[in-house]
Every structure is written in C-alpha cells, then in structure tokens.
DNA sequence: CCAACTTAATTAGCACTCCTAATAAAAGTC
DNA sequence: GACTTTTATTAGGAGTGCTAATTAAGTTGG
C-alpha cells in the first residue's frame, strides 16, 4: 500500500498554480528592484499604454488589478512622483482624471510589458499539443473564475479584438468570446472582460455596427414559434 | 477560421497564467482581512505545519517561500507575536531556530491550508482527461523554472531520487516509485510529496528524457482529443 | 432651487511585504 | 586566537493593501 498522500488531480493542479503564482510574484518583486517599478506599479503603467486613447481614471484602474481605489490611487501617484504618468483632466466630469503616459512613462510601460516572459521557457517545454490543450484548460478555467466574479473584470468586449457579436441563435447568449471560447449574452457585456485587448479600429467599428443594428431590428421583437426572435435578428444582421 | 490568432499560444499561455496569478493575489488578500492573517503569514504557517517534526529555521522559511531571511524573519515574528509560533532551540546550533507551531497555530494552518481552494471549481470546468494533462503540463514548466532558479525546489515525484519513469506495461501506472514500492499513473504524480529526496543530476536528466520522450511511444490516445492532428505530428518529430 | 443622494478621488492610519545593508552571535577553520 | 562562514536579526526605506473618513463635483427629487 502506497503511503503517499491520496490528494486527487483537482487539489494538485490548485498546489502547481499556486507554485507558477509564486515564481510570479518572485520574479516581479526581482526586477522591481532594478527598475525601480514595482509589481503594481508595473502593470498599472502597461494598463495606461494599452488604454491610450482612452480616459483612464483611478477607478477604472483600480478594477482591471483588482485594487481598492485607495491603493490605486497611491500607486499611481507613485509614477506621478516618477514622472512616468501625468494627470489629464476628464473632459466631462471635473472631479475625474485621465491618467495619462508620459513620454519616459511610454517608454517604460514598453519594458514592463514583457515582464512575464520569463516564463515562455518553461512555457516551451511543453510540445505544441500539450500547449494547445494548456491552453484551453486556462481559458475554461478562466472563465468560471470570471463567472464567479473572481477575476477582475477590465475593458468592455465592445472594444475588444477577441469579441464576435451576434454569431449564436440562443438569444440569451448571441455573443462569442474567441479568448476564453464561450457564448456572451447582452447582460454580459455591460461587464467588463479581463481578457480584453483593445481592437483596431475596423474591428471595432465593424463591431459596432452589428450591434446597433441588432439592436434596432430588437426594438420591434417578434416572437416565432419556439423560435427565438433575437435568433432571426442575429441571423439577418449576420455578416462574412 | 479563428481571426485571434496574432499572439501565439505560448503568450497567451503567459497572459492567461497571468491572470490566474491575479486571481491568487487578489484573493489571498480578501481572505487576508478576515482572518487577520496575510498571504505570507498564511504560507508560513501551512510550511511549518506541512514540516512539522522537522527543526525548521528561518532560512529553510525563506528558501521555500522566496523571499530574503530578513522579510521571512518579520513575518515569522509577526506569528510569534499572535501565538501562532513559537521558538525552540535547535538542539545542534545554539544561533538557530526551530520555528513550530503552537495548538492555535495548528488550528490556522489547517484553516490557511485550504486559502487556495476557491480554483477548485475553475479547475473542475475541466474534465478528467484535461485534468491529468494540465497536471503533467504544469509538472514539466515548474521543473524547468527550479533548473532555471526562478522558482524554489518543489518536492516533485520529477525531482526524487526515488522516481522511476515509464516501467511498468499498464498505461494506467506506468511510473513507479521507489520509496513506497509503488506503482504510480500520471494522476498520482506528487507536487509536494513529503518522501521526497532530490535525485543527482544524472537521474533528473534521465527522468527528464524519458518523461519527454514518452509520449510518441504508447501515450494514452484520449490525449489527441480535440486536437489536430498536425500538433501531434509535429510533437512526433522533435526528437533527435 | 436646494437638500439628499451618488460618485471620483483622496487622505489618514494601520499592518504587512519586500528589499538592501549593517550587525550580532555562534560555529567551523587554520 | 584571528579568519571566515552561517544564522538570525535590526535598521531604514519604498510600496502594498486594507478600511474608514473626507472633499469635491455631479445627479436627483421634493
């Protein structure tokens, strides 16, 4: 009889994440030191640069990291301080502010992107079709963390590259994710995703449009026999 | 046809390991508040309680969490100050300490134990067979983070002296180990296995190549499931 | 139109994290 | 007995992260 302890798969795979979690937080409290950029600091100044364009206020970058306000706030002074980040004022609301990079802020923000790249080493240990099932595992898991309002949630599909409207026939769920592979309903979207990557401006446009012209045809909803109307919408508005 | 292609699947292997590090951090810190005790303190105490019996000093605590002697030095002080540890001398070196925990300690580091089990859901979104790939997948990237030093010895069945890789004929356990006189499946690969010793060099490399090589010889077919047949293949080739 | 929310951001206060550098003390070396 | 290594700590400083309270600017409703 074995004596090793009897931990199912499940328990063991929660022991390795929490092992790559720690290499992590290792790694970035490492480079930290010699780029005078702590973890925070860091991923804050990679949120500005892949928001650029945008109004970025204290609380917008308090919920993508997942942050209280007051933290965010302190960590973004902190680049103030450093002349990295600079405030902007909003131009609708006068208490907001549009945190904004620098130029030496852009600068580092393009160093502090790769930070976690140590890990494509170990990454490639593993053959491509391992990576690819990894992979996949990482996005189903990712997605009952997002569901269970684990994970922070960051930007509005809206905008973002991995979004598909209007591709699927079930009316509460028309929407696909292509990160996490996984129908979106309406209500979904007013979320916010934390896999979002800001689309170009095709895309985005291109999103845009379904949208609004779904969302007229849904103005005047029709209801089928046991077909959805929202179905219909989708399917008419549906472009290649 | 996916049009999300642009990044290749190993950084988004790292974007999305990312993201379950986030979820970690974020969490250990809600649950931080409640129990009054913080993601480090937690640690410290699941490695003394998982290390009971052994003489554990400041040092071993510091190596095993990544972090300098000096921060595990405070944070073990900030237990002993809540009587959750308390100091013993080290019978062989009057400088060092043996750290353990007292009978309240005990009970928080059977609490603290389970800090990281709010993933179990998000893991159990995969099925069985996703499971036991996902396990062996993270198995191969934390023993390349160890060799590279980005990441502390793990107590790894990959590591162990005791460790016997692909000798027996059933696909089900075809691993062995030496210690228990046992056969092991890829499931009952350990993580933290408290019979570990760490193998020389020779073994581990070993080990390491027939686990890598493993999987064109008889690799349990149910692994190619979903995948194409072109991930395979190429898997196929990469051998000398 | 002003009192009563609500929201954006900050301040204050606290405990802890994490680092480097310097120190103290014991143990091993020569 | 001085020299070096190892173990642990202290000192000092920037930063993380929280809650609670505050300031200021919008919003809402009688």
């Known amino acids: 009889m074995p004596t090793h302890d009897e931990l199912d798969v499940a328990k063991r795979i929660v022991i390795g994440l929490n092992k790559i979690g720690l290499a992590l937080r290792h790694h970035a409290w490492q480079k930290a030191d010699k780029a005078r950029l702590t973890p925070t600091q860091g991923q804050i100044l ?18 993508a990291l997942a942050l209280t306000r007051p933290t965010a706030s302190e960590a973004i002074h902190a680049l103030v301080q450093k002349g990295w980040v600079k405030r902007e004022p909003s131009p609708a609301d006068r208490r907001a502010a549009c945190w904004t990079l620098t130029e030496a802020g852009r600068r580092q923000a393009e160093a ?20 690819v099932i990894f992979l996949r595992s990482l996005m189903k898991m990712i997605r009952v963390l997002q569901v269970q309002q684990k994970i922070p949630i960051a930007a509005m599909c809206v905008t973002c590259r991995f979004f598909r409207p209007c591709v699927h026939d079930d009316p509460q769920k028309p929407h696909h994710c292509a990160f996490v592979d996984a129908p979106l309903g309406d209500r979904d979207l007013q979320l916010m995703c934390s896999d979002h990557e800001t689309a170009d401006e095709a895309h985005a446009a291109h999103v845009w449009n379904i949208l609004t012209q779904r969302r007229r045809r849904h103005d005047d909803p029709r209801v089928h026999d046991g077909v959805p109307d929202a179905a219909a919408g989708a399917a008419e508005t549906r472009r290649d």
Do not use: I, M, R
């Open 46 to 63: 990679s949120f500005l640069d892949a928001h650029a364009g945008e109004c970025v206020g204290t609380s917008a970058v308090a919920e």
């Open 112 to 131: 502090a992107k790769t930070w976690a790249d140590f890990l494509l080493p170990a990454v490639a240990a593993l053959d491509p079709n391992e990576q």
